[in-house]
Structure formats: C-alpha cells, structure tokens
C-alpha cells in the first residue's frame, strides 16, 4: 500500500512538473512580444516557445512517460459537433465585434501593437493568420487539451476540474496580450469567450480523445477573429 501510495505521488509530481513547464511557455511569448515590445528578440522568444510547445510535451510523452507516438486520430466521431460549436462560437464573435467593436478596440490600438513585427503589411498579415489558423491553434490544442489537460486529470482527478483549470490556463497569456490593445470591458468579454471556448475545447477533447475534433472549432474562431482584425489593420 505505502509503495503504491508512494509511486502514485512520484507520478503526479512529475505530471505537475511537465504540466507547469508547458504551461508557461505561451506567457513567456506574450510578454516578449507585446509587454516588452521586444522587436527581433520577441521574434526569437515566438519561434523558441513554439519549440519548446512541441518539444516539451513529445519528450515527457516518449521518454517519462514511457508512451508511443500517436496521430490522436479521432476513433469516436465529433466531427459535426465541432462543426456546428464553431460556427456557433463564430457568430457571438461576429455578434459581439457588431455591437461592442468601438467600445472594444480601435484599428489605430491595434495597428501600433502589430506594426513593430510587421503584421500591418497585407501579404505578411495573410501568411501569419494561416500559421496561426492552421498550425498554431493545431499546437495549442495539442499543448492545452491534449498534454496539459490530461496532465491535470492525473494531477488532480474528475471531469469538469481539468477543463476549467485547463480553460484557465489556456485564457492566462490571452488576458495578458488583450490588455495591451483593447479596453478593459473588451478584455473581460474577450478573456470570458475564451474561458469559455478553452471550456467547450476541453469537453470535445475528452469526449473524442483527439486534438483534431477541438481543433475545427478553434480554427473556426481564429477565422472570426483574424476577419475582424483584417478589417481593423488592412480593411476590405
């Protein structure tokens, strides 16, 4: 009983080890780039994150945790439920940007935060939002539902906790970046859909145990919101 006790609070300790290392990953990116303002060096901080978001999660799976590679291939469906989450998600961002986009942001905020990384450029501005649509929200379902979520099951255990801590997690360097760029009220709504999004991302993760079904509904937000920002920095 002692040794299995004892085993079982290696695992979580270590579990929580990895889940803090990955989790402070996304903010450390975000002060470079939009509290510090750090030009080039913010640059280098966003690749090494990213890096260290892969990294970080496929080591401790294959190596401390003693796991094999997977493809997280959806054996359970979802596919339709994510749909439909996401376009649902999309349209209260559409919604909301419609009736509280001035009380939110102004192009001119968010314009002076891009242009020292040179997102106000049209060509640059499109490749960033297909990186961001299609392989960052692919990297931050696989650190944030995948690796950190499952690390708080076995950390601290149930169902509806890890998601709302995950979803917390997962709303914490978002928070921090909108505070720079747009209002107080447009944070707190903003960081609340988050909240909520990291919420419904979590639940479609448990309930298929595959990255690719939240991913749909992410990559249909991101498509909401990189809209509203091409309108306020490029326009149509």
Known sequence: ????HQHTSKSNN??????????????????????LQAGIIAIIVFVLT??????LPAYWHLRVDGEQISMSKPKQ????????????MSLVIFVAYFFLGDLMISSNDLTAILEPVGLT??????????????????????LFRWFILTKLEQVIGGFWLPIIVSALIFTLHHTIALSLF????????????????????????????SVWIPWLAHALCDVAVFTIAWQLVIGF
């Open 1 to 4: 009983m002692g040794e299995n």
């Open 14 to 35: 270590l579990a929580l080890t990895g889940l803090i290392l990955a989790a402070i990953a996304p903010t450390i990116s975000v002060v470079t780039g939009f509290v």
């Open 50 to 55: 990213k890096l260290w978001m892969f990294g």
């Open 77 to 88: 469906g979802g596919w339709s439920l994510s749909f439909g989450l996401g376009i649902a």
């Open 121 to 142: 450029n049209p060509v640059t501005f499109f490749w960033a939002v297909m990186f961001w649509i299609f392989v960052n929200s692919v990297l931050e379902e696989y």
């Open 182 to 209: 747009i209002s107080p009220l447009g944070n707190f709504l903003c960081s609340l859909g988050l909240f909520i999004g990291g919420i419904v991302f979590s639940w479609l993760y448990l309930t298929s145990r």
